[in-house]
């Protein structure tokens, strides 16, 4: 109905990897398909953000399945999973202590909570994908109550205190029109759409 919260992911690897860029974990995994893994749940963002990696980067890299993204990221840092494209607030700031190797941000552009890393857009032309979150209304509420809403959703994005959280997060707010809301929403859809067709994936 009206703006979005977008949150990108983190590609991010365990210390012990010996890859250091998104361009050497796309030389490593093409001459060594299957021979890198990732862990994340069966479903969601996580999981869908790797095999958009996979299909677009033309690689393989191996998902691994978990019950909860948290247990993955333990595994991560442990050493016992090798990679992670998990949503930033979940790993950022372990990339900032250096418990882990962060590689890029998901989206087409640097994210100014991690200014240093670079973005995979840098790497692999169009690759977009991050965690977004909007507001949406029953199909049949009057226009006028839509537009309010609207107005004060808009409104409320803009709060400063609140962009200075988000943006520590990685994050960032997108205030625009019901219209704009929903051209997105068909265009994530359109997207996804197809990674789940690529990837094989299956409801439970």
């Not at 200014?115 to 995979?120: A, E, G, L, M, R």
């Amino acid at each position: 109905m009206a703006s979005t919260i977008r949150l990108p992911n983190l590609i991010a690897v365990n210390r012990s990897v010996p890859i250091n860029s998104i361009a050497q974990l796309i030389t490593y995994a093409k001459a060594n398909p299957r021979r890198l893994n990732f862990g994340a749940p069966t479903g969601g963002t996580v999981l869908l953000t790797g095999m958009l990696f996979n299909m677009m980067a033309g690689v393989d890299i191996v998902h691994v399945p978990y019950s909860n993204q948290m247990q993955a990221v333990t595994d991560l840092i442990a050493g016992r999973v090798q990679i992670s494209f998990d949503a930033m607030p979940t790993t950022i700031e372990y990339a900032r202590a250096g418990k882990l190797r962060a590689l890029a941000v998901t989206t087409a552009t640097r994210s100014p909570a991690l200014p240093d890393v670079p973005s995979v857009g840098e790497f692999v032309p169009g690759y977009d994908a991050s965690s977004w979150h909007g507001v949406c209304a029953p199909r049949n509420t009057p226009a006028e109550i839509i537009d309010r809403l609207n107005k004060e959703i808009n409104a409320a994005l803009v709060d400063p205190t609140l962009k200075e959280q988000l943006a520590g997060l990685g994050g960032t707010v997108a205030p625009g029109t019901p219209t704009e809301f929903g051209r997105f929403v068909a265009q994530e859809t359109e997207k996804w759409a197809k990674v789940v067709k690529f990837a094989g994936l299956k409801p439970d």
